[in-house]
């Protein structure tokens, strides 16, 4: 009832300002005379309620004066909602008025009107008659209703899509185009009347055009979607020939049970100029920035590196104040820059299966001379031993960096920064804790901002660019993770981070983590053979990966160093001896020790064609035997890891430690001082120096400069080494640290480099 | 025998830098030049064995010197490195693309200039 009132209320007022288009027009005639000649009646006549009184729609025979005298009792009619019949008539000539009210959703809206010059009564009969032309009569005029209701809607929606910014195109399951608005136009230069149906395929560029419609009929028959329900970044194809960026959203509808696809398509050149804009302006500016900067911060360093001795502390002081907000400055510039690389999408993440916790330990070694500096100690909460994540391991360092050195800028001095690893289902949390002074809760919102800290003095108290925060949350969600934080007044803080574990997905997965452990590459196309493989050489203390491809195997040396290579003749792609070619041809690969697994038997073409191309140590023949394979394994891993070292250091317990740990593996030889390293040096060849820095006749890196050859150097000393000798070494390992593990996987992986 | 280098770079500052961080290595011989233009004529008249480029420098770039230089008789060859603040890696893939051996970031240190060029031109070597 409600509704019906609602409609009644809403119907009213345009009624009393209906005017009948020409439709009602004729079709109120039609039924006027229709009523007139079957009632047999000289007038009849439709009243609606008018804004002033009541107001006569159509009429057959009754003149305007005669209905205006007719008006008391038509609105008696709709007052009342009674029909009536009178033969008593205000006009002296008529003898008979008969008014039937009309009700629309309950409420009388019209009277229709019957009006005899003499007396008479109307029989059951006419009285239907009547009811059934007055039913007609307001079909008439709802219908009229319906009409301009639905125009009016038409013209509200098309008035919509007109002014839209988007350009949309609305096309059939064959790719026709049946609709487009005038954005549409605007945006692929076509007049309406030239896309409409064309196919769709004329506004995209190759790839896109050729694809599409094999795309529209495997996205009806399978659901797959690319660009349905979501939208991408993709070109399009103008009149002009010219194409242009553009962002594409495609909704999939049935319409009368068709198929049909809504495009919007928003033209993006203009952002892309931006982009690039300021891509160029970052590029710039940081060049701009940091000429001088080169200049500024040579020339400190050049006063302060060689003149030092001979300046007046104060002198030498402000220097250093200089060079050290010189070297702030380079950090915010590179910080600056690296957000706008993370942000913008142009940072490549280098991922890799590494141990979290031993991530976290070498985070902590990286943090601690910081933390020293302010009298605030890092602790590592007992916790899992090994967590596997596949992360870039740079920038979780750089994570680490971050929060480790808020926490310790934050911790009173003589404090403690406690840092826990938690594995929790699927994903595993670092917590990094201080009992500094805490996050004021106002500043919650803003703190993952750039350039936000707490407090606008904390930027001269403590340092730091105000970027730190906002390049780890990044970072973090770029690994797919999540960052955030606790904190209470005067208790301290908590950060928190959350990252993927990594599952082992590939059969060589566990082994990823071993970094001690020799590592050679297993190609070979069929993944039960390869984890027979991956199994045995696992037994004899052989970690290994799988390529599936020759293309995969290539990449995967490129990137990564192997002792070895297990390769399989028949591949899916090349053939095993053209991927043992373009091995030889590339020169970090060039002396790979190659095992042929295979089940073809070495024949003598091949056994002459190999050994001119490359040292194949070894040809097993499948089906393997497993001390074959053990001997042919041992046999190209001796081939490549011994190698002579020298080892410079003065403590003969650390010398006979070391001996231990690296002699059945390498030629191992030591020095105790500068100059007999030097002598050693100049009398015998060396794969890697092993340095350490304090010796009894100066610090090992003043070798640094004279090593003629280029002889990799791992510095391996009691504590942290500075930046500036750091960038001239392989490698550097702190004493206190390091496990034999550790010291043999760094020097394998710095020969490896070298050997590259 | 030291290794004999050309300096290009058009700020002047930079250069004085330069000179002085390398000036007491025995084993580095380095001359300036502070325009393409320049270099191209001090490196045809004696060839080096390094040639160390700015990137960004008014009139000719550093790498079209470098294009010139080794269209040059007898200098297709001549080994290069960028000295320059565009060191992002997709500036640096560029660079080697177009042979140099390798790139020193600005701002460098120049107290680990010497090494720096160094190690490039050992590892250039090896």
């Not at chain 1, 954005?183 to 560029?205: H, T």
Request: proline letters at 5%.
């Amino acid at each position: 009832m409600q509704l019906a009132q609602s409609l009644a209320d809403s119907l009213q007022p345009w009624l009393s300002q209906y005017v009948p288009d020409a439709n009602a027009v004729a079709s109120f005639a039609r039924w006027l005379r229709l009523l007139k000649r079957t009632l047999a009646l000289p007038m009849v006549m439709l009243s609606v309620r008018g804004v002033e009184g009541v107001r006569t729609l159509a009429a057959d025979g009754v003149d305007e004066a005669t209905a205006h005298r007719l008006a008391p009792l038509v609105t008696r009619v709709l007052e009342t909602g009674q029909p009536l019949m009178l033969h008593e008539l205000p006009l002296p000539a008529l003898h008979f008025y008969a008014g039937l009210p009309i009700f629309l959703a309950g409420q009388p809206v019209a009277v229709l009107s019957l009006l005899d010059f003499q007396p008479r009564s109307l029989s059951a009969a006419e009285h239907a008659v009547w009811q059934d032309v007055a039913d007609g009569m307001l079909q008439t005029i709802q219908q009229q209703r319906a009409a301009v209701q639905s125009l009016a809607q038409e013209a509200r929606v098309r008035a919509v899509l007109n002014t839209v910014i988007d350009g949309i195109i609305t096309i059939d399951a064959q790719g026709c185009i049946q609709a487009c608005n005038p954005m549409a136009e605007a945006i692929f230069g076509y007049a309406a009347a030239e896309m409409l149906g064309g196919n769709i395929s004329m506004l995209m560029p190759e790839p896109y055009r050729s694809e599409h419609d094999h795309y529209l009929q495997r996205y009806l028959a399978t659901g797959q979607a690319r660009v349905i329900g979501v939208g991408r970044e993709m070109s399009g194809l103008r009149k002009d020939g010219t194409v242009f960026p553009m962002e594409l959203a495609v909704n999939h509808l049935l319409i009368d049970g068709q198929d049909m696809f809504t495009g919007v398509v928003r033209d993006i050149t203009e952002r892309k100029q931006h982009e690039r804009m300021k891509e160029e302006f970052i590029s710039t500016v940081s060049h701009e920035l940091r000429t001088p900067l080169t200049s500024i911060r040579g020339a400190l360093g050049l006063v302060l590196g060689k003149f030092s001795g001979s300046l007046p502390d104060k002198a030498k002081q402000l220097l250093e104040t200089a060079s050290r907000n010189c070297e702030r400055l380079c950090i915010l510039i590179n910080d600056i820059l690296d957000l706008e690389k993370l942000t913008a999408g142009h940072l490549a993440l280098e991922l890799k299966v590494v141990d979290l916790v031993a991530l976290t330990r070498q985070a902590i070694v990286a943090n601690e001379g910081y933390a020293l500096q302010h009298a605030v100690r890092l602790r590592l909460l007992a916790g899992p031993t090994q967590v596997p994540v596949r992360v870039d391991e740079h920038r979780i360092l750089q994570v680490f960096a971050n929060l480790l050195s808020n926490a310790v800028k934050y911790s009173p001095r003589g404090g403690e920064v406690q840092i826990g690893i938690q594995v929790q289902q699927e994903q595993v949390r670092v917590v990094v804790q201080d009992f500094g002074r805490g996050i004021p809760e106002h500043f919650r919102s803003r703190i993952f901002q750039r350039f936000s800290q707490a407090d606008s003095s904390d930027t001269r108290e403590k340092g730091g660019t105000g970027l730190g925060l906002s390049i780890v949350k990044t970072i973090v969600e770029l690994h797919e993770g999540r960052i955030d934080y606790r904190s209470q007044t005067q208790q301290g803080t908590t950060f928190f981070f959350d990252l993927p574990l990594w599952l082992p997905q590939t059969i060589s997965a566990p082994d990823a983590l071993d970094a001690a452990l020799p590592r050679v590459l297993i190609c070979e196309d069929n993944a039960d053979v390869a984890r027979v493989l991956s199994e045995m050489l696992a037994q004899d203390g052989v970690a290994s990966d799988r390529a599936a491809t020759a293309a995969d195997a290539f990449a995967m040396l490129q990137r990564a160093p192997y002792q070895a290579l297990l390769l399989d003749l028949g591949l899916p792609d090349v053939d095993g001896l053209t991927l043992i070619q373009q091995l030889r041809n590339h020169p970090p690969t060039r002396e790979m020790s190659v095992i042929v697994v295979s089940g073809r038997a070495q024949n003598v073409a091949v056994a002459s064609w190999h050994a001119e191309v490359l040292p194949i140590v070894d040809w097993v023949q499948k089906p393997i035997d497993r001390e074959r394979l053990k001997q042919a394994v041992t046999q190209a891993l001796k081939l490549h890891i011994r190698a002579r070292i020298l080892h410079v250091e003065d403590d003969a317990d650390v010398v006979e430690v070391t001996r231990a740990m690296l002699e059945d593996q390498h030629e191992y030889v030591y020095a105790r001082s500068v100059a007999e390293a030097r002598e050693k040096l100049q009398t015998g060849t060396f794969d890697l120096l092993l340095l350490d820095m304090l010796l009894p006749d100066g610090v090992g890196a003043c070798l640094l400069g004279s090593l003629d050859t280029h002889l990799p150097v791992v510095m391996f000393s009691n504590r942290e080494i500075g930046i500036e000798v750091r960038a001239q070494v392989a490698a550097a390992l702190v004493k206190a640290n390091t496990s034999r593990d550790k010291l043999l996987a760094t020097i394998r992986q710095v020969l490896q480099q070298e050997g590259n | 025998m030291s290794l004999r280098i050309v300096y290009v770079d058009d700020e002047p500052d930079i250069r004085e830098i330069v000179t002085f961080a390398l000036e007491d290595e025995a084993d580095m011989q380095v001359r300036m030049c502070a325009s393409g233009s320049e270099a191209l004529r001090s490196i045809q008249a004696d060839p080096p064995d390094l040639v160390l480029l700015d990137v960004m420098m008014p009139g000719m770039d550093g790498p079209s010197t470098l294009r010139q230089i080794r269209a040059l008789p007898g200098l297709s060859d001549v080994v290069a490195a960028f000295v320059t603040a565009k060191v992002q890696p997709s500036e640096v893939d560029e660079f080697k693309a177009m042979g140099a051996i390798g790139v020193i970031a600005k701002p460098f240190d120049p107290m680990l200039l010497p090494a720096q060029v160094r190690d490039l031109w050992a590892r250039h070597h090896a």
